[in-house]
């Protein structure tokens, strides 16, 4: 399998509003996390 973790969304502008907030606010999590 190809790894998703940590690479950049692909094709994020085809997917649903509601589904790109989700995702984005995932990722920024993410982020927040690993700088600690």
Do not use: S, V, W
């Amino acid at each position: 399998r190809p790894e998703t973790h940590g690479a950049p969304y692909e094709g994020i502008e085809n997917l649903r509003p509601e589904t790109k907030e989700m995702i984005e606010a995932y990722y920024a999590k993410q982020k927040l996390l690993k700088q600690d």
